[in-house]
């Protein structure tokens, strides 16, 4: 079963960031863009789904599908993120697939990678934003 973290709980000001311990699917997915959601509060809210791999877990794929599928409009609708006071949240998706990375440390590849993305994605758009890392460990291993 997978178990929603917030990832950067110790840094409330940062943008936020939650992955998954443990193996999530599609059902865990919308279920945690809800959670997220409801602890927020005013407009403007987008939480960015990171789809797909860090590629370094053997044989592992995103939990929202198959790289062709992403969070498909099927898959959103399982999904009404609103805010604590009940305005609407924008879920946006990214394909993280990284394939092979540099080894031999892939956690700091796979890291870099996210980081760089993260910034090209929020870049200067306006309006609060929040990832979820829908991927295999991405609130690492425990």
Known sequence: MATLVNITA????????????DPSD???????LNT???GLTGNGHT???????????????????????KFADEDRALASPKTRDQK??????????????????RVTAAMAKLNTDMRRIVGNLPGTHTFLLAYCCSAGTR
């Open 47 to 69: 939480i960015h789904v990171m789809s797909g791999t860090h590629g370094y877990c053997d044989g592992k794929i995103g939990a929202v599908a198959q790289r062709e599928e």
């Open 36 to 38: 997220i959601a409801s």
């Open 88 to 105: 609407p949240v924008a879920i946006a998706v990214h394909d993280f697939n990284n394939g092979n990375l540099p080894g031999p440390d």
């Open 10 to 21: 110790k840094t409330p000001t940062a943008v936020q960031i939650w992955g998954f311990h």
């Open 26 to 32: 599609v059902d865990d997915v919308a279920a945690a």
